[in-house]
C-alpha cells in the first residue's frame, strides 16, 4: 500500500495551484515545463517537479497527536468532577485539554529540535497559575509524567509544575503569514468528550500562512462509517487521520494499523447527500441548517456530532456536506478548522465560507469570513453555496 509519506513530486499541471498556495519551502524546477491538462495530481509523468516535503513535520504530528489522545482516553474513562473547569468565557476546560497541549508542545520540540518552534494553541496557564488550581496543576503534572514515562520514548526528567505552565504557554503565538506555525486544538470538542461521546485532538501546520499538513486524533470514532448511527469506536481505539499538502489523506487507527487512503463522497445528487453539523445547538444554527438542507431536497437527517470529527468522518466519505453557521458575531479561531481543513482539501473536498471564498488562516488567531463555514465535494458545491445564500437572505442568524 502507499504510504503518505512517500508524496515527493508534484506534476506539471498543479504546479500554478500550489505557486498560488505558495508554502515557504516550495522550489520548482527551473527547467521549462511543459504543462498537460490532462494529467491529474498523482499520474505518473514525463515532466514534474522536485517539492520540499514535510515528511518529518508530519510524522512528529502524528506522534504527538497519538500520545495527548493517550492521555485524553485515561482521563475520559475517569472522569471526575473536579478535573473540569469553566473559562472566563464559560466554556469547560479539563485536565485533559491542558495536559494534552503540554504533551504535543513537548513531543514536537524534542522530534523537531532543529526548527524553529511557533505554536498557535487554545489554552494558557492564567487560570493554572491562580492558588486555588493548585491541586490541578499537580493532576495535570502527573498524568502528563505518566504519559510520557509510559510511552518509554523519551529518558528525560520528569516534568515540574512550573514546567508544565512554560509548556502550555509555548502556545501563545499569533502565528500569521510569515514563517512556519503550528496550530493545536488540544482537545476540540470538550462537550463532547465530558458526555464520552467525540472529540478530537487538532493539530495543523501553518506555512507562510498556508495549511501544509494536518493531523485529526479522534480516539472514540470507530473505522467504520457513521452513518449507520454507531458514532462511537466499539474498540475504542479510535482514529487517526493525517495529510500532508499535495498527498492525499490517510486514515488509520490509533494503535497504527490499518493505513488507507481516503477520499471524499462522490455524490452529485443532493437528495442522496447526508449531512453533518454541530451536536450543540448553540455551536451552529441547526434550523439554518435545515432551511439549506430542504432547498438542495436532502432526504437524510442531519448526523449530529461534535468536533473536527466531522472532517475527517466527511473526508472518507461518510457523509457529503459539513455546514457550521454560529451566532452571528461570533469569531472562528484558526485552531478549529485548521486540521480538518487540509484533512478535507486532500481528500478531494472543497472549504468555503457562506460567500463561497476559501479559509484564510494566515491573519493570526482568528478566521476573516463570512458567516459560516461550508464543506462538501467539487460536484456538489456550487448548489450547496446557492441553498446557502438563499437560505441566509431567509433567516438571520441570531447575534451573541
Same mark, same amino acid.
Request: proline share 4%.
Given at each position: 500500500?502507499?504510504?503518505?509519506?512517500?508524496?515527493?513530486?508534484?506534476?506539471?499541471?498543479?504546479?500554478?495551484?500550489?505557486?498560488?498556495?505558495?508554502?515557504?519551502?516550495?522550489?520548482?524546477?527551473?527547467?521549462?515545463?511543459?504543462?498537460?491538462?490532462?494529467?491529474?495530481?498523482?499520474?505518473?509523468?514525463?515532466?514534474?517537479?522536485?517539492?520540499?516535503?514535510?515528511?518529518?513535520?508530519?510524522?512528529?504530528?502524528?506522534?504527538?497527536?497519538?500520545?495527548?489522545?493517550?492521555?485524553?482516553?485515561?482521563?475520559?474513562?475517569?472522569?471526575?468532577?473536579?478535573?473540569?473547569?469553566?473559562?472566563?468565557?464559560?466554556?469547560?476546560?479539563?485536565?485533559?485539554?491542558?495536559?494534552?497541549?503540554?504533551?504535543?508542545?513537548?513531543?514536537?520540540?524534542? #522530534?523537531?529540535?532543529?526548527?524553529?518552534?511557533?505554536?498557535?494553541? #487554545?489554552?494558557?496557564?492564567?487560570?493554572?497559575?491562580?492558588?486555588?488550581?493548585?491541586?490541578?496543576?499537580?493532576?495535570?503534572?502527573?498524568?502528563?509524567?505518566?504519559?510520557?514515562?509510559?510511552?518509554?520514548?523519551?529518558?528525560?526528567?520528569?516534568?515540574?509544575?512550573?514546567?508544565?505552565?512554560?509548556?502550555?504557554?509555548?502556545?501563545?503565538?499569533?502565528?500569521?503569514?510569515?514563517?512556519?506555525?503550528?496550530?493545536?486544538?488540544?482537545?476540540?470538542?470538550?462537550?463532547?468528550?465530558?458526555?464520552?461521546?467525540?472529540?478530537?485532538?487538532?493539530?495543523?501546520?501553518?506555512?507562510? $500562512?498556508?495549511?501544509?499538513?494536518?493531523?485529526?486524533?479522534?480516539?472514540?470514532?470507530?473505522? @467504520?462509517?457513521?452513518?449507520?448511527?454507531?458514532?462511537?469506536?466499539?474498540?475504542?481505539?479510535?482514529?487517526?487521520?493525517?495529510?500532508?499538502?499535495?498527498?492525499?489523506?490517510?486514515?488509520?487507527?490509533?494503535? $497504527?494499523?490499518?493505513?488507507?487512503?481516503?477520499?471524499?463522497?462522490?455524490?452529485?445528487?443532493?437528495?442522496?447527500?447526508?449531512?453533518?453539523?454541530?451536536? @450543540?445547538?448553540?455551536?451552529?444554527?441547526?434550523?439554518?441548517?435545515?432551511?439549506?438542507?430542504?432547498?438542495? $431536497?436532502?432526504?437524510?437527517?442531519?448526523?449530529?456530532?461534535?468536533?473536527?470529527?466531522?472532517?475527517?468522518?466527511?473526508?472518507?466519505?461518510?457523509?457529503?456536506?459539513?455546514?457550521?453557521?454560529?451566532?452571528?458575531?461570533?469569531? #472562528?479561531?484558526?485552531?478549529?478548522?485548521?486540521?480538518?481543513?487540509?484533512?478535507?482539501?486532500?481528500?478531494?473536498?472543497?472549504?468555503?465560507?457562506?460567500? $463561497?471564498?476559501?479559509?484564510?488562516?494566515?491573519?493570526?488567531?482568528?478566521?476573516?469570513?463570512?458567516?459560516?463555514?461550508?464543506?462538501?465535494?467539487?460536484?456538489?458545491?456550487?448548489?450547496?453555496?446557492?441553498?446557502?445564500?438563499?437560505?441566509?437572505?431567509?433567516?438571520?442568524?441570531?447575534?451573541?
Amino acid at each position: 500500500m502507499a504510504s503518505s509519506s512517500s508524496c515527493i513530486t508534484i506534476t506539471a499541471l498543479t504546479l500554478t495551484r500550489l505557486v498560488h498556495r505558495t508554502p515557504s519551502k516550495f522550489k520548482p524546477n527551473p527547467r521549462p515545463l511543459l504543462l498537460s491538462t490532462q494529467l491529474p495530481i498523482k499520474s505518473s509523468v514525463h515532466s514534474s517537479v522536485a517539492m520540499s516535503s514535510y515528511d518529518k513535520q508530519l510524522t512528529a504530528a502524528k506522534k504527538a497527536a497519538s500520545l495527548a489522545a493517550r492521555l485524553c482516553q485515561n482521563v475520559q474513562k475517569g472522569l471526575l468532577q473536579s478535573d473540569v473547569h469553566s473559562k472566563s468565557d464559560k466554556s469547560p476546560v479539563t485536565v485533559a485539554d491542558y495536559g494534552s497541549q503540554v504533551l504535543v508542545s513537548f513531543v514536537l520540540q524534542k #522530534e523537531l529540535p532543529d526548527h524553529t518552534f511557533s505554536l498557535v494553541a #487554545e489554552e494558557d496557564s492564567g487560570d493554572l497559575r491562580k492558588e486555588e488550581s493548585q491541586e490541578t496543576l499537580e493532576r495535570i503534572t502527573k498524568l502528563v509524567n505518566d504519559t510520557i514515562a509510559n510511552d518509554g520514548s523519551y529518558k528525560v526528567s520528569p516534568l515540574s509544575e512550573n514546567d508544565v505552565l512554560t509548556i502550555i504557554d509555548k502556545g501563545m503565538s499569533e502565528g500569521g503569514s510569515n514563517g512556519q506555525h503550528w496550530v493545536l486544538d488540544p482537545i476540540d470538542g470538550t462537550k463532547g468528550f465530558l458526555r464520552g461521546d467525540q472529540y478530537a485532538i487538532a493539530l495543523g501546520m501553518l506555512d507562510e $500562512g498556508k495549511v501544509v499538513l494536518g493531523v485529526l486524533a479522534c480516539p472514540n470514532l470507530p473505522l @467504520e462509517s457513521i452513518t449507520s448511527g454507531n458514532q462511537n469506536a466499539a474498540n475504542k481505539a479510535g482514529c487517526l487521520f493525517s495529510a500532508q499538502l499535495a498527498c492525499g489523506t490517510y486514515m488509520e487507527s490509533l494503535d $497504527g494499523s490499518q493505513n488507507v487512503k481516503v477520499h471524499v463522497s462522490n455524490t452529485e445528487n443532493p437528495e442522496e447527500a447526508s449531512f453533518f453539523e454541530s451536536y @450543540e445547538a448553540a455551536h451552529s444554527s441547526h434550523s439554518l441548517s435545515g432551511s439549506i438542507a430542504k432547498k438542495l $431536497g436532502v432526504k437524510a437527517a442531519p448526523v449530529r456530532i461534535d468536533s473536527q470529527a466531522k472532517y475527517g468522518a466527511l473526508a472518507r466519505g461518510d457523509g457529503a456536506i459539513y455546514l457550521r453557521f454560529p451566532n452571528k458575531g461570533y469569531r #472562528e479561531k484558526i485552531w478549529d478548522h485548521a486540521a480538518g481543513y487540509i484533512v478535507v482539501a486532500e481528500a478531494g473536498g472543497v472549504a468555503t465560507d457562506a460567500a $463561497g471564498k476559501p479559509l484564510d488562516f494566515s491573519k493570526g488567531r482568528y478566521l476573516d469570513l463570512d458567516t459560516g463555514i461550508v464543506v462538501t465535494n467539487r460536484k456538489l458545491m456550487p448548489a450547496l453555496l446557492k441553498a446557502v445564500q438563499d437560505s441566509l437572505r431567509e433567516e438571520v442568524l441570531p447575534s451573541l
